[in-house]
């Protein structure tokens, strides 16, 4: 892809609802560019949920802020292009974004205690946001509020629209955040580590919310987290990122029944798995995520994967390609297909 | 070992040594109110725990968050003076020494913290954070201590560069390994671990999982973690305590409370864990808890978990159930334990009703 600014627009308007090619976002610092997205490319769409995976620093939640157009003009090198619905949000001046946010794309984040502002009611934070996109009176923006507090199960709707953000509990306060983002009934919703900040029960809950009202409202929705357990239960597709990259993508199944990229198999083999037989230890991945300064060169992994030594020194020198392997599953490894088989048959499946 | 120890729980079978025992260990934090800041309530966050750590173990406290199991860890490193019970570690009763009688035993129990931006003086270099142990206790170990310091770094998965650097410039996950660090230097016999993983990632999480397994053969430590993961807990735990608003709900060695959960909120967290399976996804059945966890301020009467539990009946809204040991090994506080024989479930009631009638000759 290239990166010229034709100052005509393409007639490609992207073909899925969200189209995200290409994306590359670059924060120059005084280190040296912190390459945190470094071209990813996938479609969305309505009705599908996306899971992105990844560790901290690879990429995850800087996607999703450049999607909603968050990032700081200045700080932040941002080229590709992400159709939402045809239109171009890169090239889009920041007025236009700002009339999609909230109304079209929305985005639930992690620490609602944070995100909500403590100053105001949420019943307030709710109205505003409405009120923006849509022409309506203080009155019936509060309706509009509590019915949504309601939709996302909060007891006494009426009474708690009036409370302020830090007399909820931590799953109420991502509940009202999920109703604020839902207020305008956007058609994008991106979840950033939705439910990381909360308990297991309430996860369940928060989780369960999520997909029913994505089948309600029929809206796109991407999933960012750390836990496999939570894409496992809510994605139709998984991409999953490493040091700014996507390097595998294909649907649920393929992610959890044949992974393809060792570091997929790694990420497998660190989780102890409450639905199998305890093992005596975990298989990490060694070593850590690298800098988004000092990426590796070859491919990003390398330092870190136990099969680089076996192709023969391209691990070092040459960045493997996301490449389709077949039904929409795509690797970037260098490993061939055979080695890949008999890496997960023989060394990954049997200790997971 | 002194005659403290001697507990009637303590039937389980006896692995090692007790290392420290707690018995009715409570702690309310009084809530204040008006010009004269009469108590007007209290946070009941502890509220009658007895439990015992045997060496070279590690129990797990389990529980969403506001069930006390943090209060419950700082109780046990002293950071809180407990409002009743005692705290035996080592045979010495050490529920209110002083903070000077304290220190020599700040040694051998450390503690790893929950969040790992407020653990960390930003002011102090790496460097100074981890060496901060030999400094305070007067340690001098071998090659001095920044070549200590930068192997302990090293251990946890951070490098020796990183000695000079500040808290500021590490991810929450490496601050979190700061800390293990900083909790390791001492090589203390009892390590307390609030959420040690939690804020980890996956790949690393793993790492410092199998890191803290290391050391404990390596040298024969005693954990208390606490941790709201349960696919951690069960990796790492011999023994695992379920919590709820301030009490111990079940306490059994990790095999049977995985396998036959006794208690019905226990069961309700199991099922709540997400399964990164998706072919059973659609399989499953999940007990979906309604509501959230009631205020300790004012946890509900009797049974506490009464309010959200399926099973409830009027027994459980007037008499508590005590924490039982049902089978053995495993102990319970519910009047209708689940996975229960039916000989093991009249004792429960029969139990319950013992408790009820004792509750009304008092009356």
Redesign the interface.
């Given at each position: 892809m290239t990166e010229s600014q034709a100052p005509v627009q393409r007639i490609e308007r992207g073909e899925a609802f969200l189209d995200v090619r290409d994306l590359k976002v670059h924060f120059p610092t005084d280190d040296g560019v912190v390459k945190s997205v470094d071209g990813i490319s996938f479609q969305l769409e309505r009705g599908k949920t996306l899971g992105i995976v990844g560790?901290?620093?690879s990429g995850k939640s800087v996607t999703s802020l450049s999607i909603m157009g968050l990032h700081k003009a200045g700080s932040a090198k941002i080229t590709g292009e992400v159709f939402l619905d045809g239109q171009d949000l890169i090239s889009s001046s920041a007025e236009e974004v700002r009339k999609l946010r909230g109304k079209r794309m929305a985005m639930i984040f992690q620490d609602p205690l944070s995100a909500m502002h403590p100053f105001y009611t949420v019943g307030h934070q709710i109205i505003e946001a409405y009120r923006v996109h849509n022409d309506v009176s203080k009155q019936v923006a509060r309706k509009h509020a509590i019915a949504m507090l309601d939709r996302v199960g909060i007891?006494q709707p009426d009474k708690r629209v009036d409370a302020y953000p830090h007399q909820f509990?931590?799953?109420?306060r991502q509940r009202a955040m999920i109703a604020m983002a839902l207020s305008c009934d956007p058609d994008l919703l991106i979840a950033d580590e939705p439910t990381t900040a909360l308990?297991?029960?309430?996860?369940?809950?928060i989780?369960?919310l999520i997909r029913d009202l994505q089948s309600e409202f029929n809206s796109a929705v991407i999933i960012i987290t750390?836990?496999?357990?939570?894409?496992?239960?809510l994605a139709d597709d998984i991409q999953v990122m490493y040091a700014g990259r996507a390097i595998e993508y294909g649907n649920?199944?393929d992610i959890?029944?044949r992974p393809q990229h060792p570091y997929t198999w790694?990420?497998?083999?660190?989780?102890?798995?409450?639905?199998r037989e305890?093992?005596e230890?975990?298989?990490?991945?060694?070593g850590?995520?690298p800098s988004l300064i000092n990426v590796p060169t070859g491919c990003p992994f390398n330092p870190r994967c136990n099969y680089a030594h076996l192709n023969g020194g391209s691990s070092e020198t040459e960045r493997p390609e996301l490449l389709d392997i077949g039904d929409g599953h795509k690797v970037a490894c260098h490993l061939s297909p055979e080695q890949r088989r008999t890496a997960w048959e023989t060394d990954i499946l049997p200790k997971l | 070992m002194t005659t403290a120890n001697t507990e009637p729980a303590s039937a389980l079978p006896k692995l090692g040594e007790e290392l420290l025992s707690v018995q009715g260990l409570v702690k309310h934090f009084p809530i204040r109110k008006g010009l004269l800041q009469r108590q007007s309530g209290a946070v009941q966050a502890v509220d009658g725990l007895d439990f015992s750590v045997r060496k070279g173990e590690t129990l797990s406290l389990v529980g969403e968050s506001g069930c006390g199991k943090t209060t419950t860890g700082r109780l046990l490193t002293r950071l809180l003076e407990p409002t009743a019970g005692k705290i035996v570690f080592e045979g010495h009763d050490v529920t209110h020494l002083s903070e000077g009688k304290m220190r020599p035993l700040r040694r051998d129990i450390q503690m790893i913290f929950q969040d790992p931006y407020g653990s960390l003086n930003p002011r102090h270099t790496v460097g100074k954070i981890v060496g901060a142990p030999y400094r305070l206790q007067g340690v001098k170990p071998e090659g001095g201590v920044k070549k200590t310091v930068q192997e302990l770094l090293e251990l946890v998965g951070l490098s020796p560069e990183h000695y000079n650097r500040y808290p500021h410039e590490f991810s929450g996950g490496q601050r979190q390994r700061i800390g293990i660090a900083r909790t390791l230097a001492l090589r203390p016999k009892l390590i307390v671990a609030d959420e040690p993983v939690s804020a980890l990632d996956v790949s690393i999480q793993a790492q410092v999982v199998n890191l803290l397994e290391d050391l404990q053969t390596e040298f024969d430590l005693t954990y208390v973690m606490i941790a709201h993961d349960l696919s951690v807990v069960r990796h790492v735990s011999d023994r695992v305590a379920v919590m709820y608003l301030g009490k111990i709900v079940e306490l059994a060695d990790r095999v049977s409370l995985y396998e036959k959960p006794m208690h019905p909120y226990t069961l309700a967290l199991l099922s709540a864990v997400p399964i990164p399976d998706t072919k059973r996804k659609t399989q499953r059945e999940r007990i979906r808890l309604q509501g959230d966890v009631p205020s300790p301020i004012n946890p509900p009467p009797a049974c506490r978990f009464h309010t959200r539990c399926w099973k409830a009946q009027d027994i459980c809204k007037t008499i508590a159930p005590p924490l039982l040991e049902i089978a053995p090994g495993h102990q319970s506080a519910c009047h209708f334990p689940e996975n229960a024989t039916e000989e093991q479930a009249a004792r429960a009631l029969k139990a319950a009703e013992q408790v009820g009638t004792a509750d009304a000759t008092r009356v």
């Open positions: 560790e901290s620093g007891p509990s931590g799953g109420m308990d297991v029960t309430v996860q369940a809950q989780l369960d750390h836990d496999l357990g939570v894409v496992a239960e649920a199944d959890f029944e790694g990420l497998l083999g660190s989780m102890p798995r409450i639905d305890r093992t230890r975990l298989i990490p991945i060694k850590s995520p | -």
